[in-house]
């Protein structure tokens, strides 16, 4: 119940602060993402790499590299909403490509929390500034606020759909590893790209710094 209830409850959280707060994309929310993609980083690399890994296959390589090549496919549509980036604010037609790669993304990061909780925080945590800037943008935007909540609600039951989909009995025990290698390769995309994108031209920023080793530093103590 918890792997269903926590990532809805984060993308609400978001929604929530972008109708009230009506946050622009400043310094802070930039330092909430940068933290959020490190402490994903952390707990996929501490937590999510060994279990994968124990099995010694080499093919898990393999799947890893194509959750990683999918998530770039998937970047064409979204232009990079999972990780920060948000375009065409005054957009009035609903946005499929967007809605379309951001809800494949979702239902993938949804598989493997149900058996592992550190996954489950580390996109919880990554949900709430990703959703604070998507419904922004849509906020912001010329599309009617019912396109902007259906967009919201559906995008925020993808993750869980995700793990309900991975508990079901023809997801052998078997594909367990290969599916959770191809998560692997999306989370380690998105949480990388968050980190080496959200400075103002890569420049040296030591309160992005602070907040990436705090990041770190939790998850590994979790």
Same mark, same amino acid.
């Given at each position: 119940? @918890?792997?269903?209830l926590?990532?809805?409850?984060?993308? $609400?959280?978001g929604?929530?602060?972008?109708?009230?707060?009506k946050?622009t994309?400043n310094?802070?929310?930039? $330092?909430?993402?940068?933290f959020?993609?490190?402490? &994903?980083?952390?707990?996929?690399i501490?937590?999510?790499? /060994?279990?994968?890994?124990?099995?010694?296959?080499?093919?898990?390589?393999?799947?890893?590299?194509?959750?990683?090549?999918?998530?770039i +496919?998937?970047e064409?549509? =979204?232009?990079?909403?999972? %990780?920060?980036?948000? %375009?065409?604010?005054?957009? @009035?037609?609903?946005?499929?490509? +967007?809605? !379309?790669?951001?809800?494949v993304?979702?239902?993938?990061e949804?598989?493997p929390?149900?058996?592992?909780?550190?996954?489950?925080y580390?996109?919880?945590? %990554?949900?709430? /500034?990703?959703? !604070?800037?998507i =419904?922004s943008?849509?906020l912001?935007?010329?599309?009617?606020?019912?396109q902007?909540?259906?967009?919201i609600?559906?995008?925020?039951?993808? @993750?869980p759909?995700?793990?309900?989909i991975?508990?079901?009995e023809?997801i052998?025990?078997?594909?367990?590893?290969?599916?959770n290698?191809?998560?692997?390769?999306? &989370? &380690? %995309?998105?949480? @990388?790209t968050? &980190?080496f994108?959200? =400075?103002k031209?890569?420049?040296f920023?030591?309160?992005?710094?602070?907040v990436? $080793?705090?990041?770190?530093?939790i998850?590994?103590?979790?």
């Amino acid at each position: 119940m @918890t792997a269903i209830l926590l990532p809805i409850f984060a993308v $609400l959280i978001g929604f929530s602060i972008a109708i009230i707060a009506k946050p622009t994309i400043n310094s802070s929310i930039k $330092l909430l993402l940068s933290f959020s993609g490190a402490f &994903l980083l952390a707990i996929t690399i501490f937590e999510f790499l /060994p279990e994968i890994y124990v099995t010694q296959n080499k093919e898990i390589g393999i799947y890893i590299i194509a959750g990683l090549l999918v998530q770039i +496919l998937l970047e064409f549509g =979204s232009k990079g909403a999972e %990780h920060g980036h948000t %375009h065409q604010k005054n957009t @009035t037609h609903f946005p499929w490509f +967007l809605f !379309i790669s951001l809800c494949v993304h979702a239902l993938i990061e949804g598989f493997p929390i149900s058996e592992n909780e550190h996954i489950l925080y580390g996109i919880v945590v %990554h949900k709430v /500034p990703i959703a !604070i800037i998507i =419904s922004s943008f849509l906020l912001l935007s010329k599309m009617k606020l019912w396109q902007s909540i259906i967009f919201i609600i559906v995008f925020a039951l993808m @993750t869980p759909l995700g793990s309900f989909i991975n508990q079901q009995e023809f997801i052998l025990e078997s594909y367990k590893a290969p599916i959770n290698a191809f998560v692997v390769g999306v &989370l &380690l %995309h998105v949480s @990388t790209t968050i &980190l080496f994108e959200s =400075s103002k031209n890569h420049q040296f920023n030591a309160s992005k710094l602070g907040v990436i $080793l705090l990041g770190f530093i939790i998850a590994y103590y979790l």
